[in-house]
């Protein structure tokens, strides 16, 4: 389950420019595929269609060989959960962050969900030495602890497919790096694209397609495509 692919996907915000050009690629369940291109390639587009938060102009995107156009949006949201490049917090306690508009799951559910570790690699996404501490308010957190409850508020969902937006691009190189395993971890369990400027942030992705102006330029391992450069 989480088979994704991208069927000779075009998308136009205005039909005069199109942003997107036949692009094709598929992710195998559990599998991992980056993304990778200069800013204005198309990257984030890509991601808002598989939300359809915009339809495709042409071409298909599948889930389990399913029509996201014919997919209802809650099933939707459903299966897919998202870790955006920058976290705004509101000025709460943890869990309340990471419960947030989550039908049916209240702060004291959140916090015992968080206590009794029921979702894997829930806790072990929290900011260190927070596991104990997620009723407590007034909490200040860098911009790697708040990628932490990004990462957990996402993972709450237990979403199949998994989408990395930049989420470590705003961070300085080591927090990057420290919050890289983090994120290697949650992706190796299900299906993931990640987003990425830099080919040097997504080694342990099993394809990368390299975007540039909206079409699929390259695509291979890590190992590959630093041969080729
Ligand atoms: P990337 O994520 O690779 O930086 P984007 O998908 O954000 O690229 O943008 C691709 C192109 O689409 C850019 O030229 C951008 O200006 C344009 N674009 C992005 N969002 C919109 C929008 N809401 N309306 C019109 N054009 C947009
Ligand atoms: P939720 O179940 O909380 O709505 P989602 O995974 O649907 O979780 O979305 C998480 C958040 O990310 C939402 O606030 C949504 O508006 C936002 N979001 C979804 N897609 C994108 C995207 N492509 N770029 C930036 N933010 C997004």
């Known amino acids: 389950e989480g088979r994704l692919t991208f069927d000779d ?38 991601a808002r269609l598989l939300f359809r938060f915009y339809d495709v102009t042409g071409g298909r995107i599948l889930i389990d060989g399913q029509d996201i156009a014919k997919v209802t949006q809650t099933s939707l949201r ?42 894997a690699g829930f806790i072990e996404s929290l900011p260190d030495g927070y596991q104990a501490r997620v009723g407590e308010r007034g909490l200040k957190l860098s911009g790697g602890e708040k990628q932490r409850v990004a990462i957990a508020r996402t993972l709450l969902k237990n979403p199949p497919i998994l989408i990395l937006d930049e989420a470590t691009s705003a961070l300085d190189s080591r927090t990057e790096a420290e919050i890289q395993g983090t994120l290697n971890a949650v992706a190796a369990r299900r299906t993931t694209i990640v987003i990425a400027h830099r080919l040097s942030t997504v080694v342990d992705a099993d394809e990368i397609v390299v975007l540039e102006a909206g079409r699929v330029v390259e695509r291979g391992t890590h190992r590959a495509l630093l041969r080729k450069q």
């Open 9 to 46: 996907v075009s998308f136009a915000y205005d039909a005069e420019r199109p942003i997107l050009k036949g692009v094709s690629f598929e992710i195998a369940p559990g599998g991992t595929l980056a993304v990778v291109g200069p800013s204005g390639a198309g990257k984030s587009t890509l």
């Open 78 to 119: 459903g299966a897919i959960g998202i870790v955006p490049q920058d976290t705004v917090l509101f000025n709460d306690t943890i869990g309340y962050n990471i419960g947030y508009g989550r039908e049916g799951s209240g702060q004291a559910e959140i916090e015992a969900a968080a206590r009794g570790a029921s979702i």
